[in-house]
Nanobody, 124 residues
Framework: QVQLVESGGGLVQAGDSLKLSCAAS????????MGWFRQATGKEREFVAS????????YYADSVKGRFTISRDKAKNTMYLQMNSLKPEDTAVYYC?????????????????WGQGTQVTVSS
């Protein structure tokens, strides 16, 4: 079992930055992939970014590439999403996720474990 808790969401203006955190506990994430998804009101869940816990390789959705950076702190069992140049279109509930799965599986199908979500609202 893996428990995930997101934090760091809030209300910001377009162009601002925000950093989300995801604390993981329970089963070790050494051989896991972790990632971020988001879901805007009335929209389907959207993949944002993922990172391999051990090797650190990353993958980003085109919509956030160049603006968002995913990272992790192994000692703290915590994953981060640094969001820069935020746009109103980034407004959504952001979910932390994890699983012993490939990047392609996470991007296309989802993950095994999910956090409760944290709201990010970007005003114009």
């Amino acid at each position: 079992q893996v428990q995930l808790v997101e934090s760091g969401g809030g209300l910001v203006q377009a162009g601002d930055s925000l950093k989300l955190s995801c604390a993981a506990s329970g089963r070790s994430t050494s051989n896991y992939r972790m990632g971020w998804f988001r879901q805007a009101t009335g929209k389907e869940r959207e993949f944002v970014a993922s990172i391999n816990w051990s090797g650190g390789s990353t993958y980003y959705a085109d919509s956030v590439k160049g603006r968002f950076t995913i990272s992790r702190d192994k000692a703290k069992n915590t994953m981060y999403l640094q969001m820069n140049s935020l746009k109103p279109e980034d407004t959504a509930v952001y979910y932390c996720s994890a699983g012993q799965i490939s990047q392609a599986t996470m991007r296309e199908r989802g993950a095994d474990y999910w956090g409760q979500g944290t709201q990010v609202t970007v005003s114009s």
